[in-house]
T-cell receptor, first 111, second 114 residues
Framework: GQQLNQSPQSMFIQEGEDVSMNCTSS?????WLWYKQDPGEGPVLLIA?????ELTSNGRLTAQFGITRKDSFLNISASIPSDVGIYFC???????????FGTGTRLTVIP | GAVVSQHPSWVICKSGTSVKIECRSL??????MFWYRQFPKQSLMLMAT?????????EQGVEKDKFLINHASLTLSTLTVTSAHPEDSSFYIC??????????FGPGTRLTVL
């Protein structure tokens, strides 16, 4: 299957700091999704992007669909302890019925 | 928002027994549901795509006779792990597609086979 590379693999940040993570692919995607997974839970959808160049916010979260359609970025501003978790990107070429997941970014927020 | 539930949330069984996991879309109809498996500290691995009223499509390397999938209605899909063994222990997560183009995930089921 398609390989989505996420970076960084893990992050340790101080509460209040901003966070940036990205997801890249060697292939073009038509949809990019960002999910957050807490331990022992299923992934929860944070932001969905459907158009190249699209910039979408959800509270303190902002994600962008790269103009090359091969990458996407997620930013979290003013991090808080509950932001702790694993963030996965997911891309689709043919609609939601064919998602490829990134390797995940594990975020730790130090109070 | 779109809500997907799974039952049970965790199960412990003896080796050789079968376990059924249910996945329900609570506030929308889903013609397609998916079953994933996740090992500790790893990403989600798609096992199969479940379409209402038809046979599931399994990913390469996933044994269809071992992981039986039934999608009986637009809101329910079941995964049965047959003759479970310790190596089947994992976190199983389902998802359902809601228009236009988004998958929503259930909370997952942790299976432990003794």
């Amino acid at each position: 299957g398609q390989q989505l590379n996420q970076s960084p693999q893990s992050m340790f940040i101080q509460e209040g700091e901003d966070v940036s993570m990205n997801c890249t692919s060697s292939s073009i995607f038509n949809t990019w999704l960002w999910y957050k997974q807490d331990p022992g839970e299923g992934p929860v959808l944070l932001i969905a992007l459907y158009k190249a160049g699209e910039l979408t916010s959800n509270g303190r979260l902002t994600a962008q669909f790269g103009i090359t359609r091969k990458d996407s970025f997620l930013n979290i501003s003013a991090s808080i302890p509950s932001d702790v978790g694993i963030y996965f990107c997911a891309g689709s070429q043919t609609g939601a019925n064919n998602l490829f997941f990134g390797t995940g970014t594990r975020l730790t927020v130090i109070p | 928002g779109a809500v997907v539930s799974q039952h049970p949330s965790w199960v412990i069984c003896k080796s050789g027994t079968s376990v059924k996991i249910e996945c329900r879309s609570l506030d929308f109809q889903a013609t397609t549901m998916f079953w994933y498996r996740q090992f500790p500290k790893q990403s989600l691995m798609l096992m199969a795509t479940s379409n209402e009223g038809s046979k599931a499509t399994y990913e390469q390397g996933v044994e269809k006779d071992k992981f039986l999938i039934n999608h009986a209605s637009l809101t329910l899909s079941t995964l049965t792990v047959t003759s479970a063994h310790p190596e089947d222990s994992s976190f199983y997560i389902c998802s359902a597609t809601r228009a236009p183009d988004t998958q929503y995930f259930g909370p997952g089921t942790r299976l432990t086979v003794l």
